[in-house]
């Protein structure tokens, strides 16, 4: 999943932005404000730090580099942009595979990822910028689990099933983005784009929106936070009955997987329920005299300063790849 969307499809700031949309219907008292920001100073808040995630350069440690144990310093291309066989342990960031471990480790440790970033959102020994970037980084990894080219869920979510169980995680590799094959790399890129009104673009807008929920419910309620926590995501992590597994080669089978599921994601898109372009007019474009959404559902995003258009949802990444 891509970081922006245009006319058609979505990426991670539409989803973020349509789930800042819930979460304030369901939470902003009657100043419309949540922790003194509003809608729009939380979504591009929140859009910004997630956007972390996919910074295509960057410095810091991979562990367990190669599947070695051992730790390198990097100073270079971002995490985003290398090789799980290189850096499996940054997969989790994305929720995709650790091509060293099993489907079940993968899915512990991706749901570990999740809830240590929520944690460190809610922790008092953080700072409030600190605080937004875990916030950001959770957010990022749960809207790519619903992406094909990170997961494949049950089908259920293509109706735009937030609880669609996970059946397979992929594996990234680099190589394809210059055009070799490898023959290791199933981030299919087919599914880097999904439809603005897909069923995926649904499930992660409502999943993020859920997660958002229980997290500001947590932070007014500490001594209940894991709970919160818990009940909010666990429905959206649970393994599929068979298991989870890892896809590790872009064989035949997967070829005809994907294939098939390209094509639900792309039959899965519904039209705007009523209001929703009045809901994302008034979020999307908070200031006097900026162009609305029109009823063809194309909005500039004025947070941005640029002419970019989104589709206006009903309610996406490996950063330079998508």
């Not at 850096?87 to 995709?96: D, L, R, S, V």
């Amino acid at each position: 999943m891509k970081q922006h969307g245009d006319a058609a499809w979505s990426g991670h700031r539409e989803i973020s932005y349509a789930a800042t949309d819930r979460l304030y219907d369901e939470l902003a008292g009657s100043g419309g404000r949540i922790r003194g920001l509003t809608r729009p100073e939380y979504a591009a808040a929140l859009d910004k730090a997630q956007a972390k995630a996919d910074a295509l350069l960057g410095a810091g440690l991979v562990r367990n580099a190669g599947g070695t144990g051992l730790t390198f310093v990097y100073v270079g291309l971002g995490k985003t942009a290398q090789s799980a066989y290189f850096n499996p342990e940054a997969q989790a960031e994305h929720f995709m595979a650790n091509p060293y471990a099993d489907g079940a480790a993968n899915l512990e440790a991706n749901a570990k990822f999740l809830h240590d970033q929520l944690r460190l959102a809610r922790s008092g020994e953080r700072s409030p910028a600190q605080r937004l970037t875990h916030l950001g980084a959770a957010a990022h990894a749960l809207q790519d689990s619903y992406s094909g080219a990170h997961a494949w869920r049950d089908k259920a979510v293509y109706e735009g099933k937030v609880d669609a169980a996970i059946e397979s995680l992929h594996v990234f590799t680099p190589s394809h983005v210059v055009g070799l094959d490898d023959g290791r790399n199933t981030h299919a890129d087919e599914f880097d784009q999904p439809g603005a009104r897909s069923g995926t673009t649904r499930a992660a807008v409502e999943a993020t929106a859920a997660m958002l929920i229980a997290h500001e419910r947590a932070l007014e309620q500490p001594a209940q936070a894991e709970a919160l926590m818990r009940a909010a995501l666990d429905p959206m992590l649970r393994a599929s009955p068979n298991g989870v597994t890892v896809n590790l080669r872009p064989d035949a089978a997967w070829q005809a997987e994907r294939d098939l599921r390209v094509s639900l994601e792309q039959a899965s898109g519904s039209r705007l329920a009523p209001g929703e372009l009045d809901k994302l007019n008034s979020l999307m474009n908070p200031q006097p005299g900026v162009p609305r959404i029109a009823g063809d559902g194309l909005a500039a995003v004025p947070e941005y300063g640029v002419n970019s258009l989104v589709r206006a949802l009903p309610g996406g990444d490996r950063g330079f790849i998508g």
